[in-house]
C-alpha cells in the first residue's frame, strides 16, 4: 500500500506560479515512478508528468516548458513547480505512483484544487 498526500493548491492570476508537492509512504519500494494528473471540470483526467526512480522524466506537451518535475529521494517527495499558469490550466491535480508490479499508476493522492484566472 502507497499513501499520497498533496500540498501546495491554491489561485493564482495568469501569468503566476505555484509549487505543488506530494510525499509519499507506505510501500515505497514498489513504486518505479511518480507523477502528476490533472483534472478539469467536465473533462477527463489527463496525464500532466512523471520522474522514474531513475530520473527519467516526461511531460503532456501543453506544460512543456513551463512545469518542472522533481523529486527528493531523501524525503519520498515529488514537486511540481509550475511556472505562466494559465486559466486552461485550471483543474484538480493528483499525485500518482506507479507500480513495478502492475506498470500503471494505481496509486493516488486525494486531489489539491488549481484555480488560474485570467
Known amino acids: 500500500q502507497v499513501q499520497l498526500v498533496e500540498s501546495g493548491g491554491g489561485s493564482v492570476q495568469a501569468g503566476g506560479s505555484l509549487r505543488l508537492s506530494c510525499a509519499a509512504s507506505?510501500?515505497?519500494?514498489?513504486?518505479?515512478?511518480l507523477g502528476w494528473y490533472r483534472q478539469a471540470p467536465g473533462k477527463q483526467r489527463e496525464y500532466v508528468a512523471a520522474i522514474t526512480t531513475g530520473g527519467r522524466i516526461t511531460y503532456t506537451d501543453s506544460v512543456k516548458g513551463r512545469f518542472t518535475i522533481s523529486r527528493d529521494n531523501a524525503k519520498n517527495t515529488v514537486y511540481l513547480q509550475m511556472n505562466s499558469l494559465k486559466p486552461e490550466d485550471t483543474a484538480v491535480y493528483y499525485c500518482?505512483?506507479?507500480?513495478?508490479?502492475?506498470?500503471?499508476?494505481?496509486?493516488w493522492g486525494q486531489g489539491t484544487q488549481i484555480t488560474v484566472s485570467s
Open positions: 500518482a505512483a506507479r507500480s513495478w508490479s502492475r506498470g500503471i499508476f494505481d496509486s
Open positions: 507506505g510501500s515505497i519500494f514498489s513504486i518505479n515512478a
